[in-house]
């Protein structure tokens, strides 16, 4: 386990450096791009997913991967990679609970998906992951948080401008769970509260 740390630390280093260059120089975006970075950080994701350590080591390098691929995003040439080795990693890993507390590292998922559900390509993976129910019932989860709220909600309305699916998917109800008109119901009358008076206590 100790070892597994070790090379976390390093990692988190290594593509904490790879997250800065690649921030905002488009040219260095291109080339990183052009040079297969986009498949080494998903081969990574699915490699720290394997570490014996805590959820915690987990999500300070992963913060560092996400943060770099978001930045890649900004290259529309990435975008055919993403969605054949990282776009489904990234919904697992929004949807895990040991990592539904990192609002950095679910933020930072947030913006890269809402970036390339635009991506025919790569909104059709996210349709075919399974998660389309789960990013609506996730805007209860982060109703607190604006900035992943409006993301969410933006992924939501890239998905069902272009897949029937992903609509059926949202206005299916099973079993005992709420409908989806209910949750964004909820969701209004929870903002609407907040409006009327900012101090009051949660709508449940």
Do not use: W
């Amino acid at each position: 386990m100790k070892n597994d740390e070790k090379i976390l630390d390093l990692l988190n280093y290594t593509i904490g450096t790879i997250k800065c260059f690649t921030q905002s120089n488009r040219d260095v975006q291109l080339e990183s791009v052009n040079h297969k970075m986009v498949p080494l950080l998903s081969m990574t994701i699915q490699k720290v997913m394997l570490f014996n350590c805590a959820p915690s080591k987990k999500a300070m390098i992963l913060v560092q991967i996400t943060g770099a691929l978001r930045n890649l995003a900004n290259i529309d040439k990435c975008h055919g990679q993403i969605a054949q080795s990282a776009v489904v990693r990234l919904c697992d890993i929004f949807f895990d609970s040991q990592f539904n507390s990192g609002k950095e590292l679910s933020l930072n998922i947030a913006r890269l998906l809402s970036k390339v559900s635009l991506d025919f390509k790569c909104a059709e993976k996210i349709v075919s992951s399974g998660h389309v129910l789960d990013f609506l019932n996730s805007m209860i989860l982060h109703r607190d948080s604006s900035a992943i709220l409006i993301r969410i909600a933006y992924i939501l309305g890239n998905l069902t401008t272009n897949f029937e699916d992903a609509r059926i998917k949202l206005c299916t109800r099973k079993g005992n769970q709420s409908s989806s008109f209910k949750t964004i119901l909820d969701l209004a009358c929870y903002y609407l509260e907040k409006d009327i008076n900012p101090a009051s206590p949660l709508v449940q």
